[in-house]
């Protein structure tokens, strides 16, 4: 099975199981949302932040955006997301500093799918969030995945391969003075981390998105190596997003 995963923002509000029946029912593909990404505090603003920093950039033939992790808090997404009996979500959960991960991680229940955001371009990028991380890595969760910037190096994806992360989400936003780049311009960022990790580590689940407008997209993450894909940017267009469901199929 082959997914098409739904990333945060949108995958909060996605009604995944509609258009699985309607469009995707076919046991090839099946859209599967990501919710949050949720930070240890609450962080408010959401909507104000939104419409001062969400726009599409001409320059950078993309949207950006300085939302900066505004959300619930990781509590209210474990109380909601997990504990009204939806354990199949996969619940982003974001680090923004390093004592942050023995906190979240005592939070988190043991068999929560999770996706470990280490990538925000919005935070406080001289922290090294990378030690220590591996304490999210569960047997017990059919999802554990480390979602990783697009500037990241060789040798940091090594390291955390040799962790034991084996699911990879290739790639979050791009850092530019406006906040997180994303659209088109992450394709060569992301096609060059795939092919990375797939040809390094042929154990590892990749996840590759940034850009993904028709089905032409995909494929070309799928011959450098995908072994899933992620929809974010797309959704601001909700006739591309049915047009690519209804070309998938």
Known sequence: MTFLFISPPFGNYFPEYIFNNIFLDNNKYKLKSIVGSFTLEPRS????????????????????NK????????????????????????????????????HIHEIIPKDMNIEVNISCPNIDKSINIYDGVEKFINLERDWCIIKIPPTISYKEIDYLYNQGWRQFHCCNTIPIKEGGLSGVSLRPYTNHLTSYISNTYSDTIIISGGGIIEKDNINEYKKNGATHFS????????????????DVK
Not at 231 to 246: A, D, E, V
């Open 67 to 102: 939302i900066g992790l505004r959300n619930k808090g990781v509590e209210w997404a474990v109380k909601n997301y997990y504990k009204n009996n939806n354990i199949d979500n996969i619940v982003s959960v974001a680090l923004i500093k390093h004592t942050d991960i023995d």
């Open 231 to 246: 929809i974010s940017t797309l959704m601001f267009n909700p006739l591309k997003f049915l047009k690519l469901l209804y």
């Open 45 to 64: 603003g959401l909507i104000m932040q939104i419409i001062k920093t969400l726009r599409y950039s001409n320059e950078h033939n993309g949207w950006t």
